[in-house]
Each structure stands twice: as structure tokens, then as C-alpha cells.
């Protein structure tokens, strides 16, 4: 419950503070390339719901007609304002109405698309989707260069499935398993030195 309300909380007051820098980048996206300023995709929550994501769109409008979910190195699909948004991690802002409506929380496993949930094995499948996904976790946090290990690897697909996947799911299983307002706060944390280290 502790975890819930701080989630309520630091959603209502991060929507308050970015309601007029959120406008601003809305604008800007608006301005570089043709499409919606939000981009929303399908993913799975907790317990294997369904939602539709709310990022800021990063990518040209036919990004997933051209390629893949995964956006490997110089992906000529970003946009220019996208690069700059990806860089700062700000094209993941809107997720806090996400986490208002109580489809994720401010802390917890990424969540992905149902392609990649279908090969989540068994028992990590049932612990990674017993709590809500989050903006920010420790695996997101390990692997903050993810397109630049992609951009490197023969088969940027094989490897994402095959290597970083598992990965990034034994350290949100490991985070599940202890999830707390206490673990949540220094995950934030982390993420924000991180933010304010580039």
C-alpha cells in the first residue's frame, strides 16, 4: 500500500511539474516530423494484462512498419528531437499518467512486448509479472547502453533473446522478490544520478 500511494503521489506531482516543459517538447515534436505526439504501443503488465503504453514519440510514424521492437545503435528511425529525447530519457515522462491509472509503478520490471513475454521461461514469467512494471529498474539501469551493445552484435535479435533478455530478467525477478517502498526509493535514486551524470 506504502508503494501505491508513493507512486500516486510522485505521479500527481511530476505531472503538475512538467505539465508546461511537457507542452513545450510536445510542440517540438510536432514540429520535426509528422505524427502524433505520443506514441503507444501493447505491452504486458502485471499478472500478463494488456496496455497501451505512453511514451513521447522518438521514431518516424512508420518506424514498426520498417523494423523490428528494438532500436539498434544510429537507428535511422529516431527522429532528431527523438535522439535527444532517448539520450535524456525523456521520451519516458508520459508513463506517469500509466502509473497514475495504476498500470505501472514508478519502480519495477521494464514492461515488454507480448513477442518477447511469450519466451519469458516458466517461473521467471510468474515472478517478473507478479508486481506492476515500471519507468525505471535496476535492469533498465544495468543495461542503459542496450542499443549500443545491439548495434554491435552480428544478430542484434539473436542476441537481445539469447543474451540480454535473460539477463534483464534475473535482475527483475531478484527485484520482484524484494520489491518495497524502501528498494523503490533507492532505485530512483540511482536512476536520477544517472539522469543528472549526462
Known sequence: MAKRLFDIMAALLGLAVLVVPGLWLAAWIKLDSPGPVFFRQERVGRHGRLFRIHKFRTMRVDAERLGGPLTVGADARVTRVGRWLRAHRLDELPQLI???????????????????????????????????????????????????????????EREYVEVILPKKLALAAEYAARASLWTDLGVVWRTMGVLFAR
Open 98 to 156: 500509466d502509473v497514475l491509472v495504476g498500470e505501472m509503478s514508478l519502480v519495477g520490471p521494464r514492461p515488454e512486448v507480448p513477442r518477447y513475454v511469450a519466451l519469458y521461461p516458466a517461473d521467471l514469467r510468474e515472478r517478473v509479472l507478479a508486481v506492476r512494471p515500471g519507468i525505471t529498474d535496476p535492469a533498465s539501469l544495468a543495461f542503459r547502453g542496450e542499443a549500443g551493445l545491439l548495434a554491435a552484435a552480428a544478430d542484434p
